[in-house]
């Protein structure tokens, strides 16, 4: 018995709660994980793991042995990692989940670079803005816009995105263009629901150092940031989004900016990965990457204005 492969795959299925589901991320067929836990299981003398036909349980003997197993794993992949070939030339596969918007006009536009830099790194993205097990899931980091609330999650701040109130220039020639916050009751938005909480984001203006949010009526509502912007080019209203998300759309005067006194504050964009994993070099290179992307991008567009924090949710 190999026992680290066997720890491994113990601590896998701990984590995805399957057997099936553990030895295909291993690569190992169903049969041999099977019979490499029971061999383990043999060799220490007590029973890790519970199985009935829905689901896969430690035992209280089993919590413990995983706890080890997770300290004692990663403090061979870091001695590993230090040492290797794949520290200096870091090679896999990593899998990232991210908005759509962030993937299509940011991330992508940019990957060529990271790819000729790191051309023995393979990239699978995942796109949505749902919230996703990353361990469940096989998924390596995720980024996230908003503020994250109380999430079990190493996270790494890489940037603060700056926002704007905007609507086409269409639906302002229709409705009037906006002086000031109360004149938004005369006017219509389009609104936001937050696809992790199901909640309504109201918009949010930076006023003397305080937010003031203001809750226009609203005659559609999303949870997706692409149709977001689809809608507001639609007439639907005014929204509020990232800078990156409209700048073609404000550079063509499809839509303009409005109330710019009263910017909104800036939303942090973060990436974040599992507490109980070690970090691999392939990984922790794709996150050095999107920090430097995005600081090349904030020394581009000038000083950044003085930030506020925004209220919880993302777009």
């Known amino acids: 018995m190999d026992r680290l492969q066997a720890m491994r795959l113990f601590t896998r299925i701990v984590e995805l709660g399957s057997f099936t589901r553990a030895a295909g991320q291993l690569g190992l067929p169903r049969a041999s994980a099977t019979q490499i836990i029971k061999q383990l299981e043999a060799h220490l003398g007590v029973r890790l793991l519970a199985r009935t036909t829905r689901q896969v349980t ?4 089993g919590a413990s042995y995983y706890e080890r197993c997770v300290a004692i794993l990663a403090e061979i992949d870091e001695a590993e990692a230090e040492f290797s070939q794949s520290a200096r030339h870091p090679q896999g596969r990593i899998r ?14 940019a990957l060529p670079a990271f790819c000729r830099d790191y051309p023995r790194i393979r990239l699978e993205i995942s796109v949505g803005d749902r919230q996703i097990d990353l361990v469940r899931e096989g998924v390596d980091c995720v980024l996230r816009i908003g503020e994250l609330g109380d999430v079990s999650l190493v996270a790494r701040r890489l940037a603060l995105l700056d926002q704007v109130t905007c ?16 004149d938004l009751d005369t006017h219509s938005v389009v609104d936001y629901v937050s696809a992790s909480t199901g909640k309504s984001i109201p918009l949010a203006f930076a006023i003397g150092g305080r937010v003031e949010t203001r809750n226009p009526a609203a005659t559609l509502s999303v949870n997706n940031g692409d149709a977001y912007v689809a809608a507001c080019a639609a007439g639907f209203g005014i929204i509020q989004v990232p800078r990156y998300h409209v700048t073609k759309q404000l550079a063509s005067g499809e ?6 006194q009263y910017r909104p504050p800036a939303l942090p964009l ?23 992307l995005f600081a090349d991008q ?3 567009e000038g000083p950044e204005p003085k930030q506020i ?4 949710g993302q777009r």
């Open 255 to 260: 839509f303009e900016e409005i109330l710019r």
């Open 167 to 182: 609507a086409s220039a269409d639906y302002l020639d229709r409705h009037g263009r906006p002086k000031d916050l109360d």
């Open 96 to 109: 990232i989940d991210l908005s759509g918007s962030l993937c299509r006009l940011v991330l992508i536009p």
């Open 270 to 292: 973060n990436a974040l990965y599992p507490t109980k994993r070690q970090l691999s070099a392939r990984v922790r290179v794709f996150i050095d990457w999107l920090a430097e």
């Open 58 to 61: 430690t035992t209280v003997d």
């Open 309 to 312: 924090r925004p209220p919880s």
């Open 298 to 300: 904030a020394r581009n």
